[in-house]
């Protein structure tokens, strides 16, 4: 199992793209993580018996400002929201895995691999690494949101140092998209050779 992490804004997507561009399947933890609260799952009824009906639309979807709002600034309330979810991701992440079998390698997204400790096993982590500030321009720059918000967002996730030294590979993304995609096409190469499949 290889891991994609990195810090919000760092150039995960980008890089997940390419990856999936390069024929390699994509398993991302954000979007999974939204599959499992949709109108009918276990995963939202568990989520709403633990919050209450507030975090619910009228439509009977979950509301995720709503939820965002509560454990955001809460970590009680954000440590309850992981004991349900967390397990219930790395299940779904590992029954999919399973179904990949004529692929040599696939790779797991996951923004918060640092702060949430999942997926221990993995075989390789890859960390998208930039400098802080510039994702706090990047952030600024896409979202358009003001600055005590990023730094709160900034501040609940885990720093530079602590994501590279989870890192077993580090991708420098402060140069062009050319430039980063140029990196994970050699890493790819070197995955195929590693993963048991020639170039």
Do not use: W
């Amino acid at each position: 199992m290889v891991v994609l992490t990195g810090g919000i804004a760092s150039g995960k997507t980008t890089i997940s793209d390419r990856f999936a561009e390069l024929g390699v399947p994509i398993l991302d933890t954000d979007q999974i993580s939204r599959e499992l609260v949709k109108i009918g799952t276990p995963g939202l009824k568990a989520v709403v018996e633990a919050f209450g009906a507030r975090i619910v639309g009228a439509d009977g979807s979950l509301d995720r400002q709503a939820l965002r709002d509560i454990v955001f600034n809460n970590p009680l309330d954000r440590e309850r929201l992981e004991a349900i979810l967390h397990p219930l991701i790395e299940a779904e992440v590992r029954q999919q895995m399973q179904s990949l079998t004529a692929e040599p390698y696939c790779v797991v997204v996951v923004p918060l691999l640092v702060e949430t400790g999942l997926f221990p096993d993995a075989d390789l982590v890859i960390t998208v690494d930039v400098p802080e500030a510039l994702q706090r321009s990047r952030l600024k720059r896409r979202d358009g949101l003001p600055d005590e918000t990023i730094e709160q967002i900034m501040t609940a996730q885990a720093s530079r140092s602590e994501r590279l030294a989870r890192a077993d590979i580090a991708l420098d993304n402060t140069g062009s998209v050319e430039d980063v995609c140029k990196q994970v096409d050699r890493l790819h190469t070197d995955l195929l050779r590693r993963f048991g499949q020639p170039e």
